[in-house]
């Protein structure tokens, strides 16, 4: 196909079973929206924009008939990743509507009626980890995804309360890891590289044995 010199090709929607190209740049194509971009299955999006809503209904409509997410990628001709990501929000949250993008998230602020079941939890358990009481507070329904202090609060609330926080946390992990390293030398592993060292009398220390080839 020729051009007169100086003439520029219109930009068309691709047709679904034209070929496209494999480089790491989309066609570009003009839509009511701004300048969007072809992706390899056909579909058109726009940088910077979330994907229209009445697209999102449909890949929730469609997970919930049991197609998988790669079927309704290729159907709808949205990227694997984006219908994935969509899935798994609404699971979360329950909502199809996108997300923020960029800035920092509000400062989440603990309930009293919060607090008051973060103590509860540590009086009946005193060995409990901070990460440990917020899985408890899912699970029991206690707060939901979003709005479940973080770890670093609860700590920060057992400080005030008990007195006690990250430092006891890190020496109870510390004992974990050695019952850990006690247990593993009385394995098959650990009894084979003992057997591996000898005795040194200079040093008074077992020294890893050298076997020559």
Same mark, same amino acid.
């Given at each position: ?23 790491? %740049? ?18 058109? %999006? ?7 809503? /009445?697209?999102? /209904? $449909?890949?929730v409509?469609?997970?919930? /008939? ?10 709808l001709?949205?990227? /694997?990743?984006?219908?994935? #990501? ?5 699971q979360? &949250? ?10 920092? $998230?509000?400062?989440?602020?603990? &309930?009293?009626?919060?607090?008051? #079941?973060?103590?509860?939890? #540590? ?5 409990? %980890?901070?990460?440990?009481?917020? *899985? $408890?507070?899912? =699970? *029991? ?5 979003? &709005? ?15 007195? =006690?926080?990250? !430092? !006891? ?8 890891? !050695? !019952? ?16 591996? #060292?000898?005795?040194?009398?200079? &040093? ?10």
């Amino acid at each position: 196909m020729t051009t007169l010199a100086g003439a520029v090709p219109r930009m068309m929607r691709p047709g679904a079973g034209q070929n496209y190209p494999r480089s790491g %740049f989309p066609l570009e194509v003009s839509t009511p929206l701004g300048q969007g971009r072809v992706n390899q299955l056909g579909g058109v %999006f726009i940088n910077g924009r979330p994907l229209p809503n /009445h697209i999102r /209904h $449909k890949i929730v409509e469609m997970a919930h /008939h049991g197609i998988r997410p790669c079927v309704i990628s290729r159907q709808l001709r949205v990227s /694997h990743g984006c219908v994935s #990501k969509i899935l798994c929000r609404y699971q979360e &949250t329950g909502s199809i509507r996108p997300g923020a993008i960029g800035g920092s $998230k509000p400062k989440q602020v603990t &309930t009293p009626d919060v607090e008051k #079941k973060i103590e509860e939890y #540590k009086r009946e358990n005193a060995g409990m %980890f901070s990460w440990e009481i917020r *899985d $408890k507070l899912l =699970k *029991d329904g206690v707060c939901d995804r979003n &709005t479940v202090p973080s770890v670093s609060s609860i700590s920060r609330i057992l400080r005030s309360k008990f007195g =006690k926080g990250e !430092e !006891e946390e890190a020496e109870l992990e510390r004992k974990e890891v !050695e !019952e850990g390293d006690k247990k593993a030398k009385h394995s098959i592993d650990g009894i084979l590289s003992e057997r591996g #060292k000898r005795w040194s009398p200079g &040093t008074g220390q077992c020294q890893p044995r050298v076997w020559w080839v």
